[in-house]
C-alpha cells in the first residue's frame, strides 16, 4: 500500500469519526423528549432541570455498558467473513443520511428513531455499495420494521391501562392533590427513562466508529470500543441531550395530548417497564416510539377526546418513513463519494451547507426552554390558555373547534 | 420470522410490572394524601394511613433501585 492512499483512509477515519460524534449528538438531543417531555409537560421538573438530570444519565449510562457497541447492525448488514466489506466511505456516507433525516425531523419537531435512522442510513450505503445481497431482508423485517410497527400499541396499551388505575386508586374527596403528587415519581421514572436511553444509545456511535477503526485497519477485528472512543461519545450524547431537542419535547409533551401528572407518571411507568422488559427478554423495542405510544395510551387512559390525531398521524408516518429516507439520502451521498476525493469533499460540504441551512432555519420560529410548554403551531390558540394556571373564564371562551387544553380544568377529577 | 413468544412475554412483563407500580404507587399517594387531610382536621389523626403511605413509598423505591440494577450491566 502506498503512502498516499493511508492518508486518504486517515483522512477518512477522521471525517467518519467527526460525522459520528456530530450524530451521537443530534441523538441526544433528539431522544431528549423520550424521558423529559412529559415530566416538564406537567411541572414536575423545570425545563433546565429537566435536560441537565437527562444529560448526566445519558453521560453516566454511556460508560455503563459497551454490549450494543459490539454488536451494531446486530446481522442486519452481513459484514465480516464471506459477506461484504464495509468502507469508511459508506460508513460516512450512511452517517450523512442519518444526520439529514434526524435534523429534517427535529425542525418538523417530530420524535423519529435515531436507530431508524443510523440503520437506514447505512443501509442506503451499504445497498449502493455493495448491492441489495448485502443486506438480510429477514432481519430487516424482524428486527426493525416489525418491531416499529408493534412498539407504539404495546406502549399504548400498557399506559392506556396503567392510566385507568392511576385515576381509579386516586378517586376520592382528595382527588385533584392526590394526582398533582404524581409529579414527584415522575422525576423517577423519567430518571430511568435517561439512564436507560444512555447504557443504549451511545454505544450505537461507539459501534460505528469503532467498526470504522477496524475497517480501516487502525484496531484489531473483534475488539471492543477503545476508552477515548467511549468517552467523547459519552459527551457528544450528553451535550446534544443538555441543548435540548425543545421541539420535539413540545410535540411530545403538550403536542400529543395535555398530560397530567398521573397520566405522565403511567406513561414513564409504561415506558420504563416496557424498555427494561424488551431490553431484558430480547425482544428489542425504540424507545422513542414506546416513549410516544404511551403518552397516546395515557392520553386515551383518561379522555379519548383529548389524544390530537392529527399530531399523532403525522409522528406515525414520520416512523415509517424515516428508514427509507435516511437510506434514500445516504444512497445519494454514497453515489457522489464513490467518484473519489472530489466527491467525498462535494458530500461533506453539501452535508454542511444543509445542516447550516436547517439551523438558521429553526430560528425563525424557535423554541426553547422559555417556550417549551406552549402551544404547537397545529393547533391555533392563544398562548395564556396553555398554561394550566390559566382561568377556567379563559378556557371557556375558547373558539369551539379549539381542543381542550386542559381537562383538569373541565372538572373530569372531580368525578 | 418474529419471535412471537419474545414479544407476548415482553408485553405481558410490560404490562403486569407497569401496573403494579402505578398501583402501589397510586395507593401510597391517596393513603398520603388523606392523612394528611386527617391530621390537618385533627392533630395526631391519620397515623396508620401516613405509615402505610411511608411504606408503600419504600415499596416504590426498591422498585426504582430494581431498575437500575436492571440497566446496569455491572450488577448482574
Same mark, same amino acid.
Given at each position: 500500500m502506498?503512502?498516499?492512499?493511508?492518508?486518504?483512509?486517515?483522512?477518512?477515519?477522521?471525517?467518519?469519526?467527526?460525522? #459520528? $460524534?456530530?450524530?451521537?449528538?443530534?441523538?441526544?438531543?433528539?431522544?431528549?423528549?423520550?424521558?423529559?417531555?412529559?415530566?416538564?409537560?406537567?411541572?414536575?421538573?423545570?425545563?433546565?432541570?429537566?435536560?441537565?438530570?437527562? #444529560?448526566?444519565?445519558? $453521560?453516566?449510562?454511556?460508560? $455503563?455498558?459497551?454490549?450494543? #457497541?459490539?454488536?451494531?447492525?446486530?446481522?442486519?448488514?452481513?459484514?465480516?467473513?464471506?459477506?461484504?466489506?464495509?468502507?469508511?466511505?459508506?460508513?460516512f456516507a450512511g452517517l450523512i443520511g442519518a444526520i439529514m433525516w434526524n435534523l429534517a425531523t427535529w425542525l418538523l419537531g417530530l420524535p423519529s428513531s435515531s436507530s431508524h435512522a443510523l440503520f437506514g442510513g447505512l443501509i442506503g450505503a451499504v445497498v449502493v455499495g455493495a448491492g441489495f445481497g448485502a443486506i438480510d431482508p429477514g432481519v430487516l423485517l424482524s428486527k426493525i420494521v416489525l418491531p416499529a410497527v408493534i412498539a407504539p400499541f404495546i406502549a399504548a396499551g400498557i399506559a392506556y391501562v396503567a392510566t385507568k388505575i392511576a385515576y381509579r386508586v386516586t378517586r376520592g374527596p382528595h382527588a385533584h392533590a392526590a394526582r398533582g403528587r404524581f409529579r414527584m415519581g415522575q422525576v423517577f421514572t423519567s430518571s430511568l427513562v435517561s439512564l436507560?436511553?444512555? %447504557?443504549?444509545?451511545?454505544?450505537?456511535?461507539?459501534?460505528?466508529?469503532? $467498526?470504522?477503526?477496524?475497517?480501516?485497519?487502525?484496531? #484489531? %477485528?473483534?475488539?471492543?470500543?477503545?476508552?477515548?472512543?467511549?468517552?467523547?461519545?459519552?459527551?457528544?450524547i450528553a451535550l446534544g441531550t443538555y441543548v435540548g431537542g425543545w421541539r420535539i419535547i413540545r410535540t411530545v409533551g403538550t403536542g400529543i395530548t395535555d398530560v397530567s401528572p398521573a397520566q405522565g407518571f403511567a406513561a414513564e411507568a409504561s415506558t420504563t417497564a416496557t424498555i427494561l422488559a424488551s431490553t431484558h427478554l430480547g425482544f428489542a423495542l425504540s424507545t422513542t416510539q414506546v416513549a410516544s405510544g404511551s403518552i397516546i395510551g395515557a392520553g386515551l387512559g383518561r379522555n379519548h377526546r383529548s389524544v390530537r390525531w392529527r399530531v399523532a398521524g403525522r409522528i406515525g408516518v414520520a416512523w415509517l418513513v424515516t428508514l427509507p429516507c435516511a437510506a434514500a439520502m445516504a444512497a445519494i451521498a454514497e453515489l457522489v463519494a464513490r467518484l473519489g476525493p472530489w466527491g467525498v469533499a462535494a458530500d461533506a460540504l453539501a452535508g454542511a451547507t444543509v445542516i447550516v441551512f436547517m439551523f438558521r432555519r429553526s430560528r425563525r420560529n424557535p423554541v426553547n426552554h422559555t417556550n417549551v410548554t406552549g402551544e404547537i403551531p397545529v393547533v391555533h390558540h392563544t398562548p395564556s390558555v396553555v398554561m394550566p394556571k390559566a382561568p377556567p373564564s379563559i378556557a371557556s371562551a375558547k373558539p369551539p373547534k379549539t381542543p381542550a387544553v386542559n381537562t383538569e380544568i373541565r372538572g373530569r377529577d372531580a368525578s | 420470522m418474529i419471535e412471537w413468544e419474545s414479544f407476548i412475554l415482553v408485553a405481558v412483563v410490560s404490562l403486569v410490572a407497569a401496573s403494579v407500580i402505578v398501583t402501589i404507587a397510586s395507593f401510597g399517594i391517596r393513603l398520603f394524601e388523606n392523612a394528611t387531610h386527617a391530621r390537618a382536621a385533627e392533630p395526631g389523626a391519620g397515623r396508620i394511613g401516613m405509615g402505610m403511605a411511608r411504606v408503600l413509598f419504600g415499596v416504590c423505591a426498591v422498585l426504582v433501585l430494581f431498575g437500575v440494577y436492571l440497566i446496569v450491566p455491572a450488577f448482574h
Open positions: 502506498k503512502d498516499s492512499t493511508a492518508v486518504d483512509i486517515s483522512l477518512m477515519v477522521a471525517l467518519v469519526v467527526v460525522l #459520528a $460524534l456530530f450524530f451521537d449528538f443530534t441523538n441526544g438531543f433528539h431522544d431528549t423528549a423520550n424521558a423529559m417531555a412529559t415530566p416538564i409537560a406537567t411541572g414536575a421538573l423545570k425545563p433546565r432541570v429537566a435536560v441537565t438530570i437527562a #444529560a448526566i444519565l445519558n $453521560l453516566v449510562g454511556a460508560f $455503563l455498558s459497551t454490549e450494543v #457497541a459490539r454488536t451494531i447492525s446486530g446481522g442486519l448488514i452481513r459484514e465480516g467473513d464471506g459477506g461484504i466489506q464495509i468502507t469508511p466511505t459508506m460508513i436507560a436511553h444512555g %447504557t443504549n444509545d451511545a454505544q450505537k456511535t461507539m459501534g460505528v466508529i469503532t $467498526l470504522t477503526l477496524i475497517a480501516a485497519g487502525f484496531q #484489531a %477485528t473483534g475488539t471492543g470500543p477503545e476508552f477515548w472512543v467511549i468517552s467523547v461519545c459519552a459527551l457528544a | -
